[in-house]
Nanobody
Framework: QVQPVESGGGLVQPGGSLRLSCTVSGVDFDYYTIAWFRQAPGKKRGGVACMSASDGWTSYADSVKGRFTISRDNAKKTVYLQMNSLRPGDAATYYC??????????????????WGQGTQLTVAS
Protein backbone atom coordinates (compact mmCIF):
# COMPACT_ATOMS: atom_id res chain seq x y z
CA GLN A 1 0.00 0.00 0.00
CA VAL A 2 1.32 3.39 -0.99
CA GLN A 3 1.72 5.64 2.01
CA PRO A 4 3.47 8.98 1.85
CA VAL A 5 4.56 10.30 5.24
CA GLU A 6 5.56 13.92 5.65
CA SER A 7 7.85 15.31 8.33
CA GLY A 8 9.85 18.41 9.13
CA GLY A 9 7.17 21.00 9.73
CA GLY A 10 7.41 23.50 12.54
CA LEU A 11 7.66 27.14 13.55
CA VAL A 12 10.07 29.36 11.60
CA GLN A 13 10.71 33.07 11.69
CA PRO A 14 10.16 35.14 8.53
CA GLY A 15 13.23 34.88 6.37
CA GLY A 16 14.14 31.52 7.81
CA SER A 17 14.53 28.11 6.21
CA LEU A 18 13.11 24.67 6.71
CA ARG A 19 13.26 21.34 4.91
CA LEU A 20 10.28 19.05 4.61
CA SER A 21 10.62 15.36 3.88
CA CYS A 22 8.22 12.90 2.31
CA THR A 23 8.97 9.21 2.54
CA VAL A 24 6.90 6.83 0.44
CA SER A 25 6.88 3.22 1.57
CA GLY A 26 5.46 0.09 0.00
CA VAL A 27 6.15 0.97 -3.63
CA ASP A 28 8.73 0.94 -6.36
CA PHE A 29 9.56 4.54 -5.64
CA ASP A 30 11.48 5.08 -8.87
CA TYR A 31 8.20 5.03 -10.82
CA TYR A 32 6.34 7.54 -8.70
CA THR A 33 6.16 11.25 -9.39
CA ILE A 34 5.91 13.22 -6.16
CA ALA A 35 4.54 16.69 -5.58
CA TRP A 36 4.06 19.04 -2.67
CA PHE A 37 0.82 20.89 -2.07
CA ARG A 38 -0.23 23.26 0.66
CA GLN A 39 -3.43 24.48 2.20
CA ALA A 40 -3.88 27.40 4.54
CA PRO A 41 -7.03 27.79 6.66
CA GLY A 42 -9.91 29.03 4.53
CA LYS A 43 -8.00 28.61 1.28
CA LYS A 44 -7.96 26.01 -1.45
CA ARG A 45 -5.23 23.44 -1.65
CA GLY A 46 -2.64 24.48 -4.18
CA GLY A 47 0.38 22.96 -5.85
CA VAL A 48 3.80 24.05 -4.63
CA ALA A 49 6.39 21.91 -6.38
CA CYS A 50 6.65 18.72 -8.38
CA MET A 51 9.48 16.52 -9.59
CA SER A 52 8.92 13.87 -12.22
CA ALA A 53 10.31 10.42 -11.57
CA SER A 54 11.55 9.69 -15.08
CA ASP A 55 13.86 12.61 -15.72
CA GLY A 56 13.84 14.82 -12.68
CA TRP A 57 12.10 17.76 -14.33
CA THR A 58 10.66 20.19 -11.82
CA SER A 59 7.75 22.60 -11.69
CA TYR A 60 7.08 25.29 -9.12
CA ALA A 61 4.25 27.60 -8.24
CA ASP A 62 5.12 31.20 -9.13
CA SER A 63 4.88 32.21 -5.49
CA VAL A 64 7.77 29.94 -4.47
CA LYS A 65 10.07 30.08 -7.48
CA GLY A 66 13.60 30.96 -6.45
CA ARG A 67 12.88 30.20 -2.79
CA PHE A 68 11.82 26.54 -2.70
CA THR A 69 13.65 23.55 -4.14
CA ILE A 70 12.30 20.05 -4.58
CA SER A 71 14.65 17.09 -4.72
CA ARG A 72 14.48 13.33 -4.34
CA ASP A 73 16.67 10.51 -3.06
CA ASN A 74 15.45 7.30 -4.66
CA ALA A 75 17.62 5.12 -2.42
CA LYS A 76 15.86 6.57 0.62
CA LYS A 77 12.46 6.71 -1.12
CA THR A 78 12.26 10.30 0.01
CA VAL A 79 11.41 13.64 -1.58
CA TYR A 80 12.51 16.86 0.03
CA LEU A 81 11.22 20.41 -0.13
CA GLN A 82 13.84 22.93 0.87
CA MET A 83 12.15 26.20 1.77
CA ASN A 84 14.18 29.38 2.07
CA SER A 85 13.28 33.02 2.65
CA LEU A 86 10.04 31.96 4.25
CA ARG A 87 7.18 34.43 4.46
CA PRO A 88 4.07 34.52 6.63
CA GLY A 89 2.11 33.71 3.47
CA ASP A 90 3.89 30.36 3.25
CA ALA A 91 2.27 29.18 6.46
CA ALA A 92 0.03 26.21 5.72
CA THR A 93 -0.32 22.50 6.04
CA TYR A 94 1.99 20.92 3.48
CA TYR A 95 0.96 17.67 1.84
CA CYS A 96 2.98 15.21 -0.15
CA UNK A 97 1.21 13.47 -3.03
CA UNK A 98 2.24 10.55 -5.20
CA UNK A 99 1.27 9.40 -8.68
CA UNK A 100 2.32 6.18 -10.39
CA UNK A 101 3.18 8.08 -13.53
CA UNK A 102 6.93 8.60 -13.89
CA UNK A 103 6.65 11.19 -16.67
CA UNK A 104 4.02 13.28 -14.92
CA UNK A 105 4.86 16.87 -14.09
CA UNK A 106 1.87 18.58 -12.54
CA UNK A 107 0.72 20.93 -9.81
CA UNK A 108 -2.90 19.84 -10.11
CA UNK A 109 -4.23 17.79 -7.22
CA UNK A 110 -6.50 15.72 -9.47
CA UNK A 111 -3.43 14.14 -11.06
CA UNK A 112 -2.31 12.56 -7.77
CA UNK A 113 -4.02 9.58 -6.21
CA UNK A 114 -2.24 9.10 -2.91
CA TRP A 115 -1.78 11.70 -0.22
CA GLY A 116 0.00 12.00 3.08
CA GLN A 117 -1.53 13.35 6.27
CA GLY A 118 0.29 16.68 6.08
CA THR A 119 2.80 18.58 8.14
CA GLN A 120 2.22 22.05 9.55
CA LEU A 121 4.40 25.06 8.78
CA THR A 122 4.02 28.21 10.83
CA VAL A 123 5.91 31.35 9.89
CA ALA A 124 5.90 33.94 12.63
CA SER A 125 8.31 36.09 14.60
Amino acid sequence: QVQPVESGGGLVQPGGSLRLSCTVSGVDFDYYTIAWFRQAPGKKRGGVACMSASDGWTSYADSVKGRFTISRDNAKKTVYLQMNSLRPGDAATYYCAAAQHPELLSLHSVDFHTWGQGTQLTVAS
